[in-house]
């Protein structure tokens, strides 16, 4: 992440205003590429690339095997069901793009990997290379999670056909934190678990909707009244559905 100072002038005063330029390149390799195309190619996702706040690259690991079946799987040492990704293509693949960028974290979407939390997307959100391998079949060879990966995430106690759902989940997260992704910055500090308490309710028009009125509240122009609402009921919102967040 790169910042700028730079002076500027308001009604005779000099003011410093800072830039904030987020230089952020998520790689991720995949086995069946093409499910990660849409969830990159809409909305916000494509604003901060067409923005240039954030690139995001697919690769698809079948491009570094050597034998005409393309293969990225054999089986297990030990017996038992299931195929297991080889090290040989991972490793050609990851040499091949560490020796043009430089990672801050290399991770490994895994069902046995750190629970994936917004405090995670936060810390994340400040690196700026990261590369992320989306696990298939029964895994990857413990051998590349030893030699390579920095980070091993989960998204949730369950298992998928395959890690670039998660990918996806754990890349969107991240890059609507970056600065000029979203249109009002401020709105991603609000969001759910960002200060370890759910979002209040929100309300838009009609005042009056099928007998359902708007709070009074949010309609009397008192902002400080207002802010003091909405933190009760994320905190009684936290109480009723995450009692969890608040004993951590």
């Known amino acids: 992440m790169r ?3 730079n002076k500027i002038h308001f009604n005779n005063l000099k003011l410093s205003k800072v830039f904030i330029f987020a230089d952020m390149r998520i790689d991720i390799v995949s086995v069946v590429p093409d499910l990660l195309e849409s969830p990159f190619a809409a909305s916000i996702l494509k604003r901060a690339q067409d923005k240039g706040l954030a690139e995001v690259h697919i690769h698809n690991l079948r491009d570094y095997t050597t034998d005409n079946y393309r293969t990225v799987d054999d089986y297990q040492y030990g017996g038992g069901a299931g195929m297991v990704m080889t090290v040989e293509p991972i490793e050609r693949c990851f040499e091949d793009l560490m020796s043009q960028h430089n990672y801050d974290e290399v991770i490994y979407v895994t069902p046995d990997g750190k629970t994936f939390n917004q405090g995670m997307a936060n810390a994340l959100s400040l690196k700026g290379n990261l590369l992320i391998l989306c696990g298939h079949y029964k895994g990857v060879d413990q051998r590349i999670r030893d030699e390579y990966v920095t980070l091993e995430i ?34 991603a500090l609000s969001d759910s678990f960002q200060d370890d308490l759910l979002a209040p309710p929100v ?46």
Do not use: C, M
């Not at 359902?212 to 009397?220: A, F, N």
């Not at 009921?233 to 608040?246: F, I, S």
């Open 203 to 248: 309300y838009t028009r009609p005042p009056e909707w099928r007998g359902h009125k708007v709070p009074e509240i949010l309609l009397s122009g008192n902002f400080a009244k207002i802010d003091d609402w909405r933190q009760e009921q994320a905190l009684k919102r936290t109480q009723e559905r995450r009692p969890d967040l608040l004993s951590e």
């Open 3 to 5: 910042v700028l100072q």
């Open 154 to 187: 989960s998204v949730g106690d369950f298992v998928l056909s395959g890690g670039e759902l998660a990918a996806a989940v754990i890349a969107d997260a991240v890059i609507r934190l970056l600065p000029g992704v979203l249109n009002d910055e401020t709105s």
